[in-house]
């Protein structure tokens, strides 16, 4: 999808408007701090549900651990990604709540524009944290389970959780229940913004020989 461009509508605006978009503007260092904080979230998150899948294959004792290598620079690819979009779509709703309070006040002057902006931002991000946190932490509970039951080659079966849902593809697998393992993790969530639902795996069991040997990471 392609971004929505905030540059085009900051271009048709007043000089102080366009100050007070400049002031409150997110950035490339925006960009890279966001990545960062994505990085430790969704790290943290893999290595847990590698650690939550070894238990459920009867392996308690091993934990997830997530080196440098191949698997970390994906996660921090995909976080560079989604900071990169978070920064566009911020900008583009700032402008948007710009031309708002123009449209309520007119004769806005930039402390107008200031103080309203504020009370916009904070409640933007009442919500907006939370659903960006959310899908940080599922993609990278899915992505783990993806890598742990592919890697160590384990079967068994998986049901979509929790049951209620909204979206049509949300919908569909909760009414399949059981699917096989292979078919749940070739069909990872999240599905959209706001998903809640994670596989809740149902393996096979390991035999205790070969636990040592399990994939848990780089």
């Known amino acids: 999808m392609a971004r929505r461009d905030w540059h085009s509508v900051v271009e048709g605006m007043t000089r102080v408007q366009k100050l007070v978009h400049l002031a409150m503007r997110q950035d490339d260092y925006d960009v890279?701090?966001?990545?960062?904080?994505?990085?430790?979230?969704?790290r943290r998150a893999y290595e847990d549900e590698l650690t939550l899948q070894a238990r459920r294959v009867g392996c308690p004792g091993r934990s997830g651990r997530l080196e440098n290598g191949p698997i970390l620079s994906e996660l921090n690819a995909m976080c560079a990604e989604e900071a990169a979009g978070i920064v566009n779509t911020y900008n583009y709703d700032l402008a948007g709540a710009v031309l708002n309070i123009f449209s309520e006040v007119?004769?806005?002057?930039?402390?107008?524009?200031?103080?309203?902006?504020q009370a916009w931002e904070e409640k933007r991000s009442a919500w907006k944290g939370p659903q960006i946190a959310e899908y940080t932490e599922g993609s990278a509970r899915s992505k783990a389970q993806q890598d742990f039951y592919t890697l160590n080659n384990i079967g068994g079966v998986a049901e979509l959780l929790p049951k209620a849902a909204v979206c049509p593809v949300c919908i569909g697998w909760v009414e399949r229940g059981e699917v096989p393992?292979?078919?749940?993790?070739n069909n990872p969530g999240p599905w959209h913004p706001n998903c809640p639902h994670l596989w809740s795996t149902n393996p096979e069991k390991a035999p205790k020989e070969e636990c040592p040997l399990l994939w848990m990471g780089e």
Not at 106 to 117: F, W
Not at 181 to 185: L, P, V
């Open 32 to 42: 890279d701090r966001i990545r960062i904080e994505l990085l430790q979230v969704r």
């Open 106 to 117: 007119p004769t806005a002057n930039r402390y107008v524009y200031a103080k309203r902006l």
């Open 181 to 185: 393992m292979r078919e749940a993790q």
